[in-house]
């Protein structure tokens, strides 16, 4: 009897699908083209598809199979995961499992947060997408909370308070599992917070460690700060996912800007602000950090994704991470040391002469002297950055990198400002500059890592592109308009060769995958994020609403 209930037993457990994804699953990401279970399509962050079933010959078969609505109107930033047939997608209201073979909701779950809690974020009402591993789906919350759910049936395993949101703490990442910590980031530098990361036990909640990014007075790097207070509300937010390399076992996150935007109270380097961290992810241990930006004065930081390659330098391979900071140089650095290797410029740069290859410090030119000095300037480029948060993607074959870029200038002044809790603490004055007429405000880019030079670029006149970058080996990029067509780019020239007018704006993140031999395209559709503030009157026709679009090829 007791044989025949263990064989029964047995085959339900056969039987049931498999949900419980282990370290080697994550680690392996991207070899088993039917799953997509990282953020960046890879802990490198490459997203890169080696998957040609759909390629330049063919592209312009490419048809919606079905669509989902995910029942939001803030807007859609995510990036889809998707694990034995299933499709999980976050939203700042929802997390959903799809079936990817028929469009189905197999489960919705609502998020509960405080209505005032948008009050205290700074860029958009958004999420940037989940996590999964061993059974669960992760994410974060507006209101600074991290949630479990059972990627079964969608119930609420545990919820953990990471900060309180009415100090100006919001969480809008994607969490990301790494040697078996579920790691954070945090959002609010524009709001006076003392950023840090997380590191929690993925089956519990439990904290596990916590990683400040400004140091308390006696602890390593306290002397860049004023012997004062400044420090406790410094800024260095980890809004993006860091990228992770298993072998050597580091986590690399970029850190945000410092607090106030305006520097005349916080003199000194102010470490870790506008730095990446190589940090250990069993203990938050730093490792090693290189500091973009000493003093940062204009948000011009380094929390935009830091993407990992193995790439020749001088006739030798070496393993790089590479990042488009949005002050618009292109940062090549070895990734086991934190050696700079390059950072040239990739697009118009005034407030730095040059990055200084020895000491790695940009070198402030005379606009930025005027602006220490009290005097309005036009900055290039300008807060949004020589790229914006939307993700770049490197394509080992060619060895170039693919971005969404911005070609803007502000003009700004500091101005006094004071420190009140849950209020925003920047203190620049930040206005429009002219621009010439017939020139863009935006690029496409492909993109040299070592040089900077552009192999290619396509230029953008009217509104940036705030989504994603995804490069296949089938020759083509995937990218999105705020306006709502999904595009797909030649990776060799830049050309378009399809697009699909989708229901609303695109600022998400594309991913490509398999099931039962047939490759499909994703994207997630709903305008919301800073960009519709930055370009309202162009985007005020453009109808709300979120849905994920999938393609794939029409049968000849």
């Known amino acids: 009897m007791k044989i025949i209930a263990s064989a029964i037993a047995l085959f339900f457990i056969a039987a049931a699908p498999a949900f419980s994804q282990s370290l080697e699953d994550l680690k392996n990401d991207g070899k088993n083209t039917d799953n997509v279970l ?52 976050a939203n700042a209201q929802y997390t959903i499992a799809i079936d990817v073979a028929t469009g189905q909701q197999l489960w919705r779950t609502p998020v509960d947060w405080d209505p005032a809690t948008p009050r205290v974020v700074c860029c958009g009402i958004s999420n940037k997408g989940p996590a999964v591993y061993n059974g669960k789906v992760y994410r974060g919350t507006l209101d600074a909370h991290i949630v479990a759910l059972d990627q079964k049936t969608g119930k609420q395993v545990w919820k953990t308070k990471i900060a309180e949101w009415k100090e100006g703490f919001s969480i809008t990442s994607a969490p990301m599992v790494a040697n078996g910590v579920l790691i954070t980031g945090i959002s609010g530098a524009e709001f ?24 308390a007075p006696g602890e390593k790097g306290s002397e860049t700060w ?19 390399d298993p072998q050597l076992d580091l986590v690399y996150w970029g850190i945000g800007n410092a607090g106030p935007w305006s520097p005349g109270g916080r003199p000194g380097d102010n470490l870790y602000t506008a730095s990446l961290l190589a940090i250990r992810p069993k203990t938050g241990e730093i490792v090693w950090f290189r500091q973009l930006v000493p003093n940062e004065m204009f948000d011009l930081d380094a929390t935009w994704e830091w993407i990992l ?44 002469t040059h990055v ?11 606009v930025s002297k005027k602006v220490r000095a009290g005097e309005q300037i036009e900055l290039w480029p300008g807060q949004w950055g020589g790229k914006n948060w939307a993700h770049a993607a490197f394509n080992p074959e060619t060895g170039l990198l693919y ?44 993109v040299e890592p070592l040089t900077g030079k552009q192999r290619w670029r396509a230029p953008i006149m009217d509104i940036p ?19 709502g067509e999904f595009i797909a780019l030649d990776i060799d020239s830049g050309k378009t060769l399809w697009q699909f007018q989708t229901t609303s704006g695109i600022n998400a993140q594309p991913i490509t995958f398999t099931h039962k031999g047939r490759q499909y395209v994703a994207i997630q559709s709903g305008l919301g994020g800073v960009n519709v503030l930055r370009m309202g009157p162009l985007l005020k026709d453009v109808p709300r609403g979120g849905t994920v679009w999938v393609f794939a090829l029409m049968d000849q």
């Open 226 to 244: 004023p012997k004062d207070d400044s420090w406790k509300r410094g800024g260095g937010s980890t809004w993006i996912t860091g990228s992770y």
């Open 309 to 352: 390659g193995d790439i020749d330098v001088k006739g030798v391979k070496r393993k790089v991470t590479m990042h488009f900071s949005r002050g618009g140089f292109l940062y090549v650095i070895d990734r086991v040391n934190g050696e700079l290797i390059s950072a040239e410029p990739f697009e118009t740069v005034n407030w730095a």
């Open 38 to 89: 990282t953020y960046g399509m890879g802990y490198n962050q490459q997203r890169y598809s080696t998957l040609t079933q759909i390629n330049r010959q063919n592209v312009k078969r490419l048809v919606p199979v079905w669509s989902t609505s995910l029942g939001s109107n803030y807007g859609e930033q995510g990036q889809p995961l998707v694990y034995n047939g299933v499709m999980f997608v």
């Open 356 to 366: 200084d290859m020895k000491t790695g410090r940009p070198v402030e030119s005379e």
């Open 465 to 483: 592109h705030y989504t994603a970058m995804l490069a296949t080996a089938g020759g083509l990029l995937f990218t999105g308009k705020e306006t």
């Open 403 to 446: 971005a969404n870029t911005m070609h803007n200038s502000r003009l700004v002044k500091f101005e006094p400002v004071e420190y009140k809790v849950g209020q925003r603490y920047v203190g620049l004055q930040n206005l429009p500059a002219p621009r010439e007429a017939g020139t863009p405000i935006a690029h496409v880019d492909a």
């Open 192 to 215: 006076g917070i003392r950023g840090f990361l997380d590191g929690l036990d993925p089956e519990s909640g439990k904290q596990l460690w916590r990683r400040y990014t400004i140091p």
